[in-house]
């Protein structure tokens, strides 16, 4: 089972009688009770990006500005 399968599952109106179908439905009460939600997929490189991009702006201090030419460690992580 793959993050790409639970994702069909959850948008696709899936349903089975084990324990799996089960979960998804839960998830789909669960987030209609909540309002409006919506579920995406998002590949594993591009998700490894966007934590690189986070754990380097904590560790930066004050604010900073990428006007055309992103920083090595940002190239390096796509």
């Known amino acids: 089972m793959d993050c790409l399968q639970v994702f069909r599952a959850l948008v696709e109106e899936f349903s ?3 324990g ?4 998804i439905e839960e998830c789909r ?3 209609m009770s909540l309002g409006e939600v ?3 997929f ?3 490189s ?3 990006t966007a934590h690189s991009v986070v754990r380097a ?3 930066m201090l004050g604010p900073h500005e990428w006007n055309f030419v992103p920083s090595l460690w ?3 992580s796509l």
């Open 57 to 59: 702006a904590s560790s």
């Open 16 to 18: 089975g009688p084990n």
């Open 74 to 76: 940002l190239l390096n």
């Open 29 to 31: 009460t669960l987030a």
């Open 20 to 23: 799996f179908g089960l979960i």
């Open 46 to 48: 591009v998700n490894f």
């Open 42 to 44: 998002v590949r594993r």
């Open 38 to 40: 919506q579920f995406s």
